[in-house]
């Protein structure tokens, strides 16, 4: 099979709250793929903990500073990309691979340790260019936008506990944040039109 890399990352799953209740930050990485959304990741530099990692890369590729709520645990998958069948010599001239050999494949182990976080300012879309595109969606449009399998169960968890938070009283997620003034918004009532199309697992679409 070969050796499979370990990677890991981190990241962010930021939540606001307004007049549509509950919304959350989605990033398209790529241009070119107009419906792979994902929650903002990245890779943790050396030195970093996992949760300055996590602030990090929000930051870089949203553009919005937000804080850390709660932890929602790692999720974890295995992919595998193909190699280029060219290559370059040191002169930089192309080397065509033998058509008969099969074409070369790495494959890595990911874990990426997620954090729910509540946007506290900075400006949307104005982040280090590294994603095409980012947006507040509501955790429903969240659910049938999110393309990976551990982004849907990460989300699953978020919800679960602000549905747990909000039943002992509890409002760990404000509506004093980015694009919602203080007081605008009763947080009681965006949370009810949140919960009642709660997400399960069971919805979770493969990888």
């Known amino acids: 099979m070969g050796i499979i890399i370990q990677q890991t990352a981190a990241g962010g799953l930021v939540m606001r709250v307004n007049e549509f209740g509950y ?7 790529r241009r070119d793929q ?8 990245g890779t943790i530099e050396e030195g970093e903990s ?8 929000v930051k870089e590729q ?14 974890d998958y295995t992919y595998t990309i193909f190699l280029p069948n060219d290559e370059q010599d040191s002169e930089g001239e192309t080397i065509r691979r033998d058509p008969s050999i099969l074409q070369a494949m790495q494959s890595y182990h990911k874990v990426v340790y997620f954090y729910l976080m509540n946007a506290s300012g900075g400006i949307l879309g104005q982040g280090d260019g590294s994603v095409a ?3 507040w969606f509501t955790v429903p449009e969240a659910q049938e936008l999110l393309s990976h399998e551990g982004d849907l169960i990460t989300l699953a968890r978020a919800v679960d506990l602000l549905t747990r938070d909000s039943q002992r009283g509890q409002m760990i997620i404000g509506s004093g944040i980015v694009g919602n003034p203080q007081g605008s918004v009763n947080p009681e009532v965006a ?3 949140t919960v009642r ?6 919805y979770v679409r493969p990888r």
């Not at 919304?23 to 990485?29: A, G, H, S």
């Not at 996992?50 to 890369?57: C, D, G, L, Y």
């Open 62 to 75: 949203t553009g919005i500073d937000a804080g850390i709520v709660a932890s929602l645990g790692p999720i």
């Open 191 to 193: 949370h009810s039109a």
């Open 133 to 135: 595109e980012v947006q």
């Open 34 to 41: 107009l419906d792979d959304w994902s929650l903002p990741k």
């Open 50 to 57: 996992r949760q300055q990692a996590a602030q990090r890369i």
């Open 23 to 29: 919304q959350t930050l989605l990033v398209r990485v």
């Open 197 to 202: 199309l709660k997400i399960k697992e069971d």
